[in-house]
């Protein structure tokens, strides 16, 4: 279990690294930015938020909150092992359960008549949050 701990914070940064949804027309969503791969184009995160919002509908904006959910949850996973040595891990793992929900939400509204998306990111923050903070949350939800 204290391997599992110590690699815990580099596993949860590791998320930002992978797809968070997945389309079929060739677009890829991270945590940090949208890529499209056919012309190779990126579109930053910042960019999304400041230039291609206005008008989009709120169901689109689900993806930076689940982005902000996720920064919390890395910033509390890693200042609580290493700089304050003090974590509350069921805050940790509720807020990637809940970035988990924002992303599927954001897929979700992607959906229609177009490209299938598939929302990888939520799967792979639920893992998280099964994996390292499971056993937390099931003390804190069944008393």
Known sequence: ???????RPLALLALAA?????????????????ATL??????????YL??????????LLAWPIA?????LAVGNAVLGQVALDFEDRRVTGGLLALAGLSVLR?????RG?????VPVGSLLLWA??????????RTALWR
């Not at 982005?67 to 920064?71: D, S």
């Not at 954001?106 to 992607?110: E, I, K, P, V, W």
């Open 18 to 34: 992978l797809p968070w949804t997945v389309l079929t027309s060739g677009e890829l969503v991270f945590a940090w930015g949208l």
């Open 1 to 7: 279990m204290a391997d599992r701990d110590a690699r």
């Open 113 to 117: 008549p177009g490209p299938l998306a």
């Open 50 to 59: 400041l230039v291609y919002t206005r008008g989009l509908p709120n169901r």
């Open 38 to 47: 056919d012309p190779i184009h990126v579109t930053t995160l910042p960019d």
């Open 106 to 110: 954001f897929t979700l509204g992607l």
């Open 128 to 137: 998280a949050t099964w994996w390292f903070h499971w056993p937390d949350l």
């Open 67 to 71: 982005v902000l959910l996720y920064l």
